[in-house]
């Protein structure tokens, strides 16, 4: 957990947009999420996720703060979508969180600790990890 919380302050120190990539050879994983539609993508960003960081929706990404109703996630990669920021959540049964393997997902329709629930526009904050 405190490594979490390092990695994830070092991360924010060195934010930069999500389109540029460290030297091209970083090659980190990124996930996509849409306001919208993602075929045909319709508000769509690409964020790039490092290992157990969180990621804020705010920012260049505060378009998308309890706006995400798709989202595609990379086979390998388990991600956590919140619907508080900082990835918090109210504990085991809490709805507050969706969890989404590989795969391309309509938020209306997807798991969550409590069982399938409708994540549309609810999603703050996101942390990926892989499987
Ligand atoms: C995310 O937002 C929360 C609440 O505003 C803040 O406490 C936290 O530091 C933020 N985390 C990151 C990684 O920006
Ligand atoms: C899911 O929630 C969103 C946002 O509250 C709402 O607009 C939509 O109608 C809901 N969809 C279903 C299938 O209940």
Do not use: Y
């Amino acid at each position: 957990m405190f490594s979490a919380k390092f990695l994830l302050a070092a991360l924010s120190l060195a934010a930069v947009p999500s389109s540029l990539t460290l030297g091209g050879e970083l090659a980190s994983p990124s996930i996509t999420a849409c306001t919208g539609t993602i075929n045909p993508p319709d508000g769509c960003a690409t964020i790039s996720v490092v290992s157990a960081s969180c990621i804020n929706l705010t920012g260049t990404l505060s378009s998308l703060n309890k706006a995400v109703s798709w989202a595609q996630v990379p086979d390998g990669l388990v991600c956590t979508f919140f619907q508080d920021r900082d990835c918090s959540n109210g504990g085991v049964n809490a709805h507050d969180v969706a969890v989404l393997e590989g795969g391309t997902w309509d938020m209306s329709d997807v798991e969550g600790i409590g069982g399938p629930q409708n994540f549309s526009d609810q999603t703050s904050s996101i942390s990926c990890s892989p499987l």
